[in-house]
């Protein structure tokens, strides 16, 4: 139903994480029309009208215990409900032999590719319908590595390397914000992430990832944008 | 203090306090809890156009903001990000310890503790002075930050470490300094603040005001006392080690010398949490008081309401992590922490209910501080709801860092806590400050910020769910977040008219304060003590002799009374006489 404000979801645990977003909206939806509903119309019947006293109740036990039990009984649904994907996201990433390294720093993303050791600034590029491991750290402050159509969200802490995975079912060119505020450049700090077919990625890695292809890698860097769209007005650089 | 010393005391009370002693440097509960209102109300004006200048910004990034070009000449009124940074920053720490705080545990906490559990003052009057005095300084240090070299911090509120513990990673240097400093002074005066009303609460009730027999108002204000003894200290020793980080070398959360950045989160949030039930319990106990008198009704499930409230405090401290969970904390303790935030959602939900059963069958007066009673809690039900989407795992690693969280934040906050304080203001105006705030002015007042509110606000949900960040300069620097510019737009006009519809408020406080209506000693036919004092209380509160309590606070519309209202301090035997 709201899928039209949700972003498209191409991963695969994306659907696990809309599935849930969905229920909870409805869970969540319901119960607030219910207590609108509900206020509404005692603002409306017990309005103020002469000639009529208040109900003297100090509350009634039976309805306190309902409506006690009855959301804690939701949320326990509920927490059961996320656990099963919150463990395969964050605590069971399956095995993969793609493993991208993802070093942030102020303010841009460097990657580098499996069996490559040539940075790439702000640009990722990986197979599809493959598991793909990042190894996240940071250079400096903490940054956040967010690919909204991947549902896939977390923060990059100097001194930590963070194991972050994904796999995207869908071939394109998707936007990489960073989601942590992260100093004056944080707005516009952002890569893309090329999701290519099997083939083309092949075809990408042979040409771009040979170790004499040093030029290639400079003119992708230029290709990304991102440098130009730099915020430059900071006070900070010195 | 004791009571009958405080007693011996009246007698030859009002001759020796001059304008200093009366109106400054006062140990008079009342008038630090006009001080801590009048502070805060000042600094909300601030904080207002701080969100202001940011909504600006969102709307059409990089045009001259109107009327800035006076502050900010080089750039002819446009925001840099590191001054557009600057001002989220402030904003939010200005709205939160020095609105917020202020306003809901220092004026409310000053105004109603003594008078509604019949005490003449707090247990520790000077230090109670002490406690505006210092927080007052306090605001004075985070003032003079705007005017430092590189501007005032801009690492978040929440001053995320590494950004805000090396001066280079935000530009910002003298800033962040007094930022730490300001709220380290801050955090004493609070501290000073809390104990005052543990002890007076423990210790001062008049003659038969049992701990059950409490206005929920002062057991709301009660636990936050709790909580601001416990959780702020963590705070303030956070803010210290990242000043000492800043400006010794010390290396406590920067990994450059051996320290831990999510040291920090662990330590802010653990503070954090606490705080943001620290904001709501006084607009909750608010509600709770209001809604009772303007529905003639006991409130519904008074037991309830009480110890839900200490559930909220007890759990708060171990639902911190909710807001680390994609931080690189260990995977496993994120989901210990969903089960603890679900666990808390639930004596919120009974107390929506049983302000909802407290409405059933009520007489319903629709008078302004009721409207702002009602609007806290419809407010609070979105706010509350909102906040099931983070506490499940998968979905917060979608919304967290989202406008769906600013949304999150602004309806427990704004429409919650602010929500609560307005109620407040209306309820107790005339026994503050002896006069009647002007009720035609306060329905425009009320619904103006209801409409506009929304309209700021409910929007962000949309965008955040759409995957705006929070927290960015220019939106239109993301191909992904363009096609819902519009709405930006949108909010940014809301927030303008609700800017300006508080303007009313403005008029309509300062015109009673001198030309309202004189106010009588119960306008409301309410029941609790403070409403037996004259309006407004003179020094030491009542007379020779202490009100005595006879029952709980709620007693309304009792089929036995002739009355529909049942003050504590009437003594039975004349509500029995009228029994036939």
Known sequence: ?238 | MSAHAATAHTAHEHHDTGFVRTYVFSTDHKMIARQFLFMGLLMMVLGGLLALIVRWQLAWPETAVPGLGMILKETGGILEPSTYNMAFTMHATIMIFFVIMPILAGAFGNFCIPLMIGARDMAFPTLNMLSFWVTFSAGIIMLCGFFVEGGHAAAGWTSYAPLSAVPQFTGVNWGQNLWCISLFVMGIGSMMGSINYITTIINMRAPGMTLFRMPLVVWSLFITAILLLLALPVLTSAVAMLLFDRTLGTSWFAPSGGGEPLLWQHLFWYFGHPEVYILILPAMGIASEILPVFSRKPIFGYHAMAFSMIAIAFLSWIVYGHHMFVSGMSPSLGMAFTVTTMIIAVPSAIKTFNWLGTLWGGRLQFKVPMLFAVGFVSMFVIGGLSGIFMASTPVDIYIQDTYFIVAHIHYVVFGGSIFGAFAGIYFWFPKMFGRMLNPALGHVHFWGTLIFFNWVFFPMHIIGVGGQMRRIYNPMQYEFLQHQQHWNVFMTYGAMLLGLVQIVFVVNFFWSLFAGKKAPVNPWNSNTLEWTAPSPPPHLNWGPRLPTVYRGPYEYSDPDAREDFLPQSQAPAVAGARRH
């Open chain 1, 1 to 238: 139903m709201l899928d039209w404000w949700l972003p498209e979801n191409v991963s695969t645990y994306g659907r696990d994480i809309d599935w849930l977003f969905h229920l909870i909206y409805a869970i969540t939806g319901v119960t607030f029309i219910l207590v609108a509903v509900a206020l509404i119309a005692f603002l409306i019947m017990y309005r103020d009208r002469p000639g009529r006293r208040a109900r003297y109740t100090h509350g009634n036990t039976t309805l306190e215990i309902v409506w006690t039990i009855v959301p804690a009984l939701i949320l326990v649904v509920l927490t059961a409900l996320s656990a099963p994907a919150w463990s395969k996201i964050k605590m069971s990433a399956p095995p993969s032999d793609f493993v991208v390294q993802v070093h942030a720093k102020q303010f841009n993303w460097q990657v580098k590719h499996p069996n490559s050791e040539k940075v790439f600034l702000d640009e990722m590029h990986v197979p599809v319908n493959k598991v793909v491991h990042v190894n996240l750290t940071s250079q400096d402050v903490i940054h956040s590595f967010f690919v909204p159509q991947f549902r896939i969200k977390q923060d990059a802490v100097p001194g930590r390397s963070i194991l972050a995975w994904f796999e995207v079912t869908k071939p394109g060119k998707y936007e990489w914000p960073c989601a942590e505020l992260c100093g004056f450049g944080h707005s516009g700090m952002r890569g893309w992430i090329y999701v290519h077919s099997a083939e083309d990625y092949k075809k990408w890695a042979a040409e771009n990832l040979r170790a004499d292809a040093n030029p290639a890698a400079d003119t992708k860097v230029a290709d990304a944008g991102k440098p130009a769209e730099q915020p430059t007005g900071g006070k900070a650089k010195k």
